[in-house]
């Protein structure tokens, strides 16, 4: 990594090497001065070019929120949709009085009798449960599971 060398003494013995040919000059770029492994102007130069870099890097990192805050979003809604009582799909067998008493027809002495009653093979057993009639069966039907 960054050797120290003499840029005179390597072109000098290049022109030993071949008198013949001469050796093109260096295009407009300043030596480093004698006793230096960097030149400055150069490392300057980079620093100056680096800050698109920067900005390159602050894009990406807003772009990152933006995806991050979509699928959270994302996120929130299926949490709000599958959590919300008035559409949840509860389990007959592991369901509380509480979570029962979210289906429809079915209120706190109602979802005590249900869980009186389990286990459950079948949610069509729940219309052997007294109080849940063939249409109260019916408007719970969409929101009821055994597993």
């Given amino acids: 990594m960054g050797q120290f060398y003499d840029e005179d003494k390597i072109k000098a013995m290049e022109n030993a090497a071949s ?13 480093p001065p004698s006793g230096r492994f960097y ?27 933006i995806a991050l805050l979509v699928v959270a979003g994302a996120v929130l809604v ?14 007959l067998n592991k369901a509380s009085a509480a979570q029962l008493s979210y289906l429809p027809g079915i209120g706190e002495a109602k979802a005590k009798v249900i869980i009186d009653h389990r286990p459950y093979a ?9 109080g849940i009639g063939e249409k109260t069966f019916e408007k719970m039907k969409p929101r009821v599971k055994v597993e």
């Fill in 19 to 31: 008198p013949a040919e001469p050796t093109p000059a260096p295009a407009a770029s300043p030596k």
């Fill in 39 to 65: 030149d400055e102007a150069k490392i300057k130069g980079m620093e100056a070019s680096s800050a698109p870099a920067s900005a390159r890097t602050q894009n990406f990192a807003k772009l990152a929120l």
């Fill in 78 to 91: 299926w949490w709000k949709i599958t959590h919300n009582p008035a559409t949840m799909i509860v389990d």
């Fill in 122 to 130: 079948t949610i069509e057993d729940l219309e052997k449960v007294p």
